[in-house]
């Protein structure tokens, strides 16, 4: 008889960031493959399961996507808790959504203390008018002990090896 039971890790990983640096938009990408260009308010938090399978290990993602916004505050940092991997996005064509990368990284940590943390510079297709720096976010990201890719959900860069590299890092860490 064929063993097809596998036993499957669970992993939750939180995703923060400005409102419309591309949260919803980057995890759209991840579990589907889509981009939508309306921009849909993401009401408090939203979740979205996935699998990934990394070195042949079957593993299960709960993805909780936050809305930016003060009103949810308080909801979304019940969503901190019991995660395992977050990540920190901003848009590189805005100066002030990687300013608040700090903001959202002590939300976290006032509620988390075990954390792998991802970076993404998003947006990444709109180089042209880029404000962020790579050299400078990844400075940062190496200081703070992140992954980091300038991601894209328009065209996906960055975005799976990404979320591999948060993963792996919880994995080997903990
Ligand atoms: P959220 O508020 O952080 O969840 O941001 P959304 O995912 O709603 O995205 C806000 C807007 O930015 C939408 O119009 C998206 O289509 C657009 N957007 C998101 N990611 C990208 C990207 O990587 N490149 C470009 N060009 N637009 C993006
Ligand atoms: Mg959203």
């Not at 919803?24 to 979205?48: P, R």
């Not at 019991?82 to 805005?94: F, G």
């Not at 050299?135 to 860069?157: I, L, M, P, R, V």
């Amino acid at each position: 008889q064929l063993q097809l039971k596998q036993e499957q890790k669970n992993i939750k990983i939180v995703v923060l960031g400005d409102s419309g640096v591309g949260k919803t938009s980057l995890i759209q990408k991840f579990c589907f493959d889509t981009l939508s260009e309306k921009e849909q308010t993401t009401l408090g938090v939203a979740y979205q399961s996935a699998q990934i399978v990394i070195k042949g290990q079957v593993l299960k993602l709960h993805i909780w996507d936050t809305a930016g916004g003060e009103r949810y505050r308080s909801l979304a940092q019940l969503c901190y808790r019991d995660a395992n991997a977050a990540i920190l996005v901003y848009n590189i064509t805005n100066q002030k959504s990687f300013e608040q990368i700090y903001y959202w990284e002590q939300e976290l940590f006032e509620r988390c203390t075990k954390l792998s943390i991802g970076l993404a510079g998003n947006k990444c297709d709109l180089n042209e008018e880029r404000s962020v720096q790579k050299d400078y976010a990844q400075k940062y990201a190496n200081q703070h002990d992140f992954s980091f890719y300038e991601t894209s959900a328009k065209t996906g860069e960055g975005i799976q090896i990404l979320f591999t590299d948060v993963i792996q890092k919880y994995l080997g860490q903990y």
